[in-house]
């Protein structure tokens, strides 16, 4: 726990944790439990590490900065393309707190990791996970409030901004893989949508 306030302190400082709500859910939720076990010592620095699959679970500034600018609220519908190591999902659902939290990960080893951290974490029985291809979003759950995209792609796809509700938003690490993107956020305002762009980053491509 000690550990986890650090890492608290230390991203409000530096302005990534703007919020009592994003701090709160980084105190409650036990990062350590989605790395690999060999990680653990290095979970709470603040670095993205490895995962089953060949990805990685992003550094914990980069989880604060999508939770600030995603403005997650109790009760909304929230779907993550590209789920890796789960934690994500857990953020958003004690943000959430219902059962709206929805994920995809393509990758079945990524996937069973996910599956197994989101189990030893008691989230499984709250969120939704599937094995599949995030470009064709999730429709059978759509419309959504928010959509997270945490691996860079190229476009944002024509079916998440038709899966995502009006005065909805979506966030994406927008541009090529292996080189810097820009972080976007997509707003859907009166059925147009609106861009911004907040930061350079690097992403893993979105597969």
Request: net charge positive.
């Amino acid at each position: 726990m000690k550990d986890r306030e650090r890492l608290v302190t230390e991203l409000k400082s530096y302005g990534f944790i703007k919020s009592k709500k994003i701090e709160e859910v980084f105190l409650k939720v036990p990062r350590e439990m989605f790395v690999p076990e060999n990680l653990k010592e290095s979970a709470y620095l603040d670095v993205p590490l490895p995962i089953p699959g060949g990805v990685t679970i992003s550094a914990p500034h980069m989880h604060a900065i999508y939770l600030e600018n995603l403005c997650l609220k109790e009760n909304e519908k929230f779907l993550e393309i590209g789920c890796g190591s789960g934690i994500l999902l857990a953020y958003a659902w004690e943000i959430i707190k219902s059962n709206s939290v929805y994920g995809i990960e393509i990758n079945n080893e990524t996937f069973e990791f996910c599956k197994k951290n989101l189990e030893k974490t008691g989230y499984l029985d709250k969120v939704k996970i599937f094995l599949k291809d995030g470009k064709d979003g999730l429709k059978e759950y759509a419309p959504f409030d928010k959509i997270a995209i945490s691996a860079s792609c190229k476009k944002i796809e024509k079916v998440w901004i038709d899966q995502l509700k009006n005065n909805g938003r979506l966030i994406a690490p927008l541009g090529k893989p292996y080189s810097f993107q820009k972080l976007t956020i997509v707003e859907k305002i009166e059925n147009k949508i609106r861009k911004k762009t907040l930061m350079d980053v690097a992403f893993i491509e979105l597969k």
